[in-house]
């Protein structure tokens, strides 16, 4: 881009973008992607969308359910219900669940920009001011000061740090807050412990709780649509359980051994809760789990209750109600089922939510105890009931640390005490650890597809990604040396999906992509035919 | 929400070109969808696997996953792609006249 963006900007020239994005001004990828002329196109929106569709961001739409306003008052109309909303994020009654964090992070930042050397989205995009963590931060802590506290109008103008409200200013900043993965690197590196995936999240929950704005994938089709059927994917009890039992079937004849998921049974120790996606998408990775519990002797259970199958709670993105009313129903169905505990299924988002998040409204009957996957499965595979071959899984593995779980619960060293156990030629990636890169996909955006935001994954966000995974194998690089890639979380796997996809890993590179549970039953002496495989069925 | 022609018709589709009203899907919509990938001739490879998936999607209201698919049309991943340029869940699933799956699918 050759203007510098200033804050002033997100309220000037209405219809306009921003800023756009072009291929070879983006972080240089490592060979054979390193040729932009080379890569797959970056979708531009049609002439058609660009007159139906609010497109003034930065030519990406991740919600072209956005209203355009019939007319002046009606813009009018949506920025007083902004205010409103933002009035109601900074009141106690309203923000129950994060008033204080959010006032810290707007109270104490020092604007010295060391976050933004930490954001993946801003360093992949070639250092696009507008990517900048304390772009979108600043912009909303000015309009909190002007709008949320008293005599803030005159000190903007006083201080010269006047943003002006208007239906522009409205809808980049929708837009903005799902430029965000939520990972949280910013605040990991930030001296002060300022909090801009926060600040996002909760710029999110204004549109959300008080416009009814937020991507359908999250609301209308995720949250809505899980309470009522069971899952976001359509999934509902009946057609989970009978999708399962063939799975059960089929995985029981490729591996010999016979596999049994047990359903809604009373008083085990384990109620188990797999993210219901992984049953359509990647069967192998619940179907693991099903191998090693049983293998192992666990007195476990999934649960057919609406939705007991689906652990995911999109609510952790965007609103603090559905986030709510998820929580308290799987807490309620493990209550009802009389388990010991609750284990999560190979999901970050999942984790962040049911064991911590969610500790405010989980109380009384429903502090029921909540495990994370990698301590249970941890225990599984050093429990000594399982024999393991780690000869079997003698091909370069490296190990993506999905964000909710690794950086923001802590959960670092178990999924690495078993691959160093389970893999001879386990490797590390760099960064790793909590200071990982986001996969691209954090923050909801790996279920969000609308119009060309898929491009924008692909491309921006999941680029640093992208550069890691192949500098972690860059001593075989080559299509001819099978690796993997373990993924335990199945929003990073979607994201890897799309990236692979858009840029052929696996037939250039030789790369796959799948849990840790897969690694684990690989290794098993018992499994006569790989596990893992990297032809297609 | 868009509009696009389809066999003479106009139909609400999204943005990625999935149709949203489901019920007014016609074989001439499949082979309006298909000639738009470029493949003209709608054989009775591709409609064991658009019926199976239309007719899976309606009786349990989301698309069957791939090995099912594979198992009931006995095609391979390979020859999913050779039937369906954008592959079973792009193509087909579009053809079939189901609206995009959502949700971590």
């Given at each position: 881009m050759t203007k510098k963006l200033k804050l002033t900007d997100i309220s000037k020239g209405g219809d306009r973008p921003l800023t756009e994005i072009n291929l070879d001004e983006l972080v240089p990828l490592p060979p054979p992607y390193d040729k932009a002329e080379e890569l797959r196109e970056f979708r531009r929106l049609t002439p058609d969308q660009e007159e139906r569709l609010v497109c003034n961001l930065d030519g990406v739409v991740s919600y072209a359910a956005l209203p355009k306003p019939k007319n002046k008052e009606e813009g009018k109309k949506y920025v007083e219900q902004f205010v409103s909303g933002l009035k109601k994020l900074l009141s106690k009654e309203n923000n129950w669940t994060f008033l204080q964090p959010l006032l810290l992070s707007l109270d104490y930042c020092?604007?010295?920009?060391?976050c933004c050397d930490a954001c993946p989205i801003y360093l992949a995009s070639g250092k696009n001011e507008l990517y900048r963590p304390t772009y979108r931060s600043e912009i909303f802590r000015r309009l909190v000061k002007k709008y949320g506290r008293p005599g803030g109008r005159l000190w903007a103008k006083l201080n010269g740090e006047d943003i002006e409200l208007n239906w522009a200013t409205i809808t980049r900043l929708y837009e903005l807050s799902y430029r965000c993965n939520l990972c949280r690197r910013c605040t990991l590196s930030c001296p002060m412990g300022v909090d801009n995936a926060l600040i996002a999240r909760e710029i999110r929950k204004l549109f959300s709780q008080e416009l009814g704005w937020a991507p359908k994938e999250l609301h209308e089709k995720g949250t809505v649509l899980q309470l009522e059927v069971g899952s976001p994917t359509g999934l509902r009890p009946n057609v989970a359980m009978d999708n399962f039992k063939f799975l059960d079937e089929e995985f029981s004849e490729a591996t010999g051994i016979k596999i049994e998921t047990p359903w809604d049974k009373k008083g085990a120790d384990v109620l188990f809760i797999h993210s219901a996606g992984d049953i359509i998408s990647f069967p192998e990775g619940p179907i693991s789990f099903s191998i090693l519990c049983n293998a192992a002797g666990i007195n476990w259970t999934l649960s057919s209750d609406i939705p007991g199958y689906d652990g995911v709670n999109y609510g952790v993105f965007y609103d603090d109600v559905q986030l709510a009313k998820v929580a308290i129903r799987h807490a309620q169905i493990g209550r009802k089922l009389g388990v010991k505990k609750i284990v999560m299924g190979e999901c970050g988002h999942q984790h962040k939510a049911l064991l911590t998040v969610a500790d405010r409204v989980?109380?009384?009957?429903?502090d029921i105890p909540r495990e994370n996957v990698m301590t249970f499965l941890e225990n599984i595979v050093f429990s000594g009931k399982i024999k393991f071959d780690p000869q079997k899984n003698n091909f370069p593995v490296t190990l993506h640390d999905p964000c909710n779980l690794v950086r923001n619960l802590g959960v670092v060293e178990p999924q690495r005490r078993i691959l160093r156990y389970l893999c001879p030629q386990f490797r590390e990636m760099?960064?790793?650890?909590?200071d990982n890169y986001c996969c691209g996909g954090g923050g909801g955006l790996s279920v969000m597809s609308d119009v060309n935001f898929t491009d924008w994954k692909a491309h921006v966000a999941g680029r640093l990604k992208l550069k890691q995974i192949l500098e972690a194998f860059a001593d075989q690089p080559g299509p001819e040396v099978k690796k993997y890639l373990c993924a335990p979380c199945l929003n990073c796997k979607l994201q890897f999906r799309d990236i692979f996809d858009y840029y052929k890993v696996k037939e250039r590179s030789g790369i796959i992509f799948g849990g840790l549970g897969e690694l684990a039953v690989n290794a098993m002496v018992d499994i006569k035919k790989p596990f893992i495989k990297w032809e297609e069925p | 929400m868009a509009q696009m022609e389809l066999a003479g018709n106009m139909y609400e589709v999204d943005e990625n070109g999935f149709?949203?009203?489901?019920?007014?899907?016609?074989e001439d919509v499949a082979r309006a969808y298909a000639a738009k990938e470029g493949v003209n001739e709608v054989t009775e490879d591709h409609w064991k696997a658009v019926n199976y998936l239309r007719n899976y999607y309606l009786q349990n209201g989301i698309c069957p996953m791939i090995r099912r698919l594979i198992k009931e049309t006995g095609f391979n991943l390979s020859r999913l792609y050779e039937l369906f340029p954008q592959g079973p869940a792009q193509s087909a699933c579009k053809w079939a006249g189901v609206p995009k799956p959502t949700g971590c699918v």
């Open positions: 020092a604007q010295c920009q060391t989980l109380t009384g009957e429903l760099t960064p790793h650890g909590i | 149709m949203q009203e489901t019920d007014r899907w016609t």
